[in-house]
């Protein structure tokens, strides 16, 4: 029986909640760290550590990955993660110095990676990707941003400690959805190597700068960002905020990724994908002129239709299933959101913010041109003319 009609929708659907219920206690973490750091006992300048160690890692790890998923199997080891991960959030209310913190966040960082990838391969080998990859992320993204929702009230009513438990009993769930999952298994040839990647295409080359800028610095200075831009604005008030814009982001994740992949599907995914980028980029140029929540809304609009299709992009349509591409596509994904996250941690403090942010944004300009660019290449990029 062919694999694509067999598994349906409702296993990329439970694979994607195994991942959406164990990210409870990670969201809250960003928008909970960089501002209660002294909080934890967690110095200021290891917060970039703390906050991209977990990405650090699946650079090294996503291609072993692959070669794990070939050897035993996708249920496997989604249930081994999902285990791992709820272990982890527990661990941050635990945790009593920095080598307890970076073992954790490892913990998570590996976990994650299965569970992403192994979500990845569920939804690949639906026939219509785009909309199987669109679902998968949505629903993934609902336990983010219940998380992020949630983190006001649990900051004001709950100690740094019990807010962790709480969130780790919350994450439990994972486990039933990773059990239910059927044991495909990847048979998609691996590269030879278990840790090398390929030059980035520029595909993944926009991929790397994005998740520099949006994975990596703005999600962790939004709050900072608040503070400067606005007299008088406590600590409390500046984490609620920076906590509702990035619960918008993991809103807009579940709402738009569903139908930016139907678009996908309907207009083809290099349409989709350019659309989404040129927004983006407009964004981010309202961001560094002064319209912080504005500029927030447009980039967390249009990253998550982009982020939702990229995998499919990079996968060769006429292939069955490759995982491979995708996990090297992650990968640069994981290499920019780990450089960005440690250039916001050293940028909490900098007078020099706002000047990084709009040199990164000038470059993210400069390769959306170079990847349109002719007018009448861009013509063909955008409405696919032949």
Known sequence: MNVQEEIGLKTPAFAALTLAFASFGDAFLYAFLPINSNVVGVPVTWVGLLLSINRLVRIFSNMLIVHLFAKYGLRRLMIIAACIAITSTLGYGVASGILTWLAFRICWGLSFSVMRIGTLGYALQQKKRGL??????????????????????????????????????????????AWNLPAVEDKTPVPTSRWSIRWPTMLNLITLVSAILIEGILIVVLGILFLKDRENISLLNATALAAFYLAYRRVCAVVLSSAGGWLADKFGMNRTFNISIIFIVTGLIVIVSGWIG?????????????????????????????????????????????????????????????????????????????????????????????
Not at 307 to 325: C, E, F, K, M
Not at 356 to 364: D, E, P, R, S, Y
Request: contains cysteine.
């Open 132 to 177: 199987a990859l669109g679902v998968s992320k949505s629903l993934q993204e609902t336990g983010p941003m219940v998380s992020l929702f949630a983190a006001p009230f649990l900051i004001s009513y709950f100690h740094s400690e019990a807010i962790f438990y709480i969130l780790a009993l919350l994450s439990v769930p994972a486990l039933y959805f």
């Open 294 to 386: 504005t500029g927030a809304v447009l980039v967390f609009t249009f990253y998550s239709i982009n982020a939702a299709i990229t995998p499919g992009s990079v996968v060769n349509p006429d292939d069955n299933h490759s995982l491979a591409a995708v996990a090297e596509n992650a990968t640069w994904r994981d290499i920019g959101a780990a450089t960005g996250t440690l250039m916001g941690g050293v940028l909490i403090s900098s007078q020099y913010l706002n000047g990084i942010l709009t040199i990164g944004t000038f470059v993210f300009t400069c390769l959306l041109l170079i990847h349109m660019g002719t007018a009448r290449k861009a013509a063909k990029l955008l409405y696919l003319w032949k």
